[in-house]
C-alpha cells in the first residue's frame, strides 16, 4: 500500500506566495494587458445580462485607462498587480471592493 503526502498548509502558503512574486516581478506587458482588457467577452457576462455589458462597456473606456496610467506612474513593484487588476472588469471590480473595504476599516479604526 502506498501513501500519498498532501501538501499542508505551509507548503499551499509557499507556492501561492511563489506564486505572486513571479507575478510582480514579471508582470505582462503593457501592449499585451491593454489588448487583454479591451476585449468583452459575451459568453462571460453572467446570465447574458445587457446591463452588466453596460457597466463593462463602460469600465473598459474609464477605469481601465486611470489603471493603465497607475501602472506606468507607480513604483515597480506595483506595475504587476495594477496591470493584472486593468485586464479584467472582475478584477477592477474586486480591486474597487478591497480599496473600499480597507478605506471603511482605516476609517473605523481611527475614530
Do not use: E, H
Not at 41 to 64: E, H, T, Y
Amino acid at each position: 500500500m502506498s501513501t500519498v503526502t498532501r501538501p499542508g498548509a505551509a507548503d499551499r502558503v509557499r507556492r501561492l506566495l511563489g506564486r505572486w512574486w513571479v507575478f510582480t516581478s514579471r508582470p505582462m506587458s503593457l501592449q499585451a494587458a491593454w489588448r487583454l482588457s479591451g476585449v468583452i467577452d459575451a459568453k462571460r457576462i453572467p446570465g447574458g445580462s445587457p446591463v452588466l455589458a453596460a457597466v463593462w462597456w463602460w469600465s473598459n473606456r474609464v477605469d481601465r485607462v486611470v489603471l493603465f496610467v497607475l501602472a506606468i506612474l507607480a513604483p515597480t513593484v506595483l506595475t504587476g498587480p495594477l496591470l493584472w487588476c486593468a485586464a479584467s472588469p472582475a478584477r477592477r471590480c474586486g480591486l474597487y471592493l478591497v480599496l473600499a473595504g480597507l478605506t471603511v476599516l482605516f476609517v473605523a479604526a481611527g475614530g
